[in-house]
């Protein structure tokens, strides 16, 4: 069996577009991945997407997502793929058990994962205080002291965007200088609210239910102190799940899938939707719409290589 879409990965970009890809009668089938739900089924409070005036939990709106996909006719299938190969069509994708699945059109939405410092303590503490998006959580700092740990121009964006709305921001950098471009560097400098702590890493997070406080590490001699503190956002950067697709698609030097006109890939016929192609938004309702528009640009070219078909035959 063909399948019309195959879905690769879950989460709102993944969902949205097993929702869409339904609604057009084109029965697609969705492999969730490692990690049904993305990144959201580690967030608590999700107090920014339309439609939860009261806010709602990560997990409960993924399960959502999950069953409005299933409504439709999305097939989901609790398994990750583990092989593509995308040079001939239909492409061919293999699951974790070795079994092949053939396709007409795919539709990647294997996200991205913010990367941390590694330590047991902000693992532990992550959505009681510890965060690697601004966007989404410094709403719930308003007024408190935040800091924000790196030097590149996402961290100067999060710790600028932070003291719109928080008492005091801390920017921990490992290093002398920043890494972010001049124009950002300058803004995050001369912003009053914001406190520069130079050459230094966060050597523990602080608390039991909550953050309390970090142990900071002087990187030059080696000293430590205790910095009280409210909330710890990471701002080092984001890893996409791409491995999978390394020397089959057209990827940027980050690892990110690159598109065009829409959602299109490097490979005609493959789509990606989500953060595992968007560098700066990295929202979940971003993600659910590239999703919709991977769905629709998939029923599209479907529909065009279908009349090409059909011309080719009557001729």
Known sequence: M???????????????????AARANLSPILFEGTQPGGQLMTTTDVENFP???????????????????????TRIVSDFIDRVDFSTRPFKVWDSRGR?????????????????????SEERLQGRG?????????????????MVVGGGDTALEEALFLSNMTNKV??????????????????????????VVWNS???EVIGEDKVTAVRLKDV????????????????????????????????????????HEGTRTSVEGVFAAGDVQDTVYRQAITAAGSG???AIDAERWLAGIAEEASAGAAS
Request: proline residues 4%; hydrophobic residues 40%.
């Open 220 to 259: 030059q001699t080696g000293e430590t102190r205790e910095q009280s503190i409210d909330g710890v956002f990471v701002a080092i950067g984001h890893k996409p799940a791409t491995a999978l697709f390394q020397g089959q698609l057209e990827l940027d030097q980050k690892g990110y899938i690159l598109t």
């Open 2 to 20: 063909i399948e019309n879409v195959l879905i690769i990965g879950a989460g709102p970009a993944g969902y949205t577009a097993g929702i869409y």
């Open 51 to 73: 439609g939860f005036p009261d806010g709602v939990q990560g997990p409960e709106m993924m399960q959502l997502f999950r069953a409005q996909a299933e409504r439709f006719g």
């Open 170 to 195: 801390y920017l921990v950098h490992r290093r002398d200088q920043f890494r972010g471009s001049k124009i950002m560097q300058q803004r995050a400098l001369s912003n009053p609210k914001i406190e």
């Open 292 to 294: 919709c528009m991977a």
């Open 201 to 203: 890493t966060i050597d």
């Open 130 to 146: 510890v965060s690697a998006c601004a966007t989404c959580d410094g709403f719930f700092f308003r007024g408190k002291d935040v």
């Open 100 to 120: 092949l699945h053939e396709a007409r059109s795919i539709i990647i939405a294997t996200g991205a994962s913010a990367m941390y410092l590694g330590l047991p």
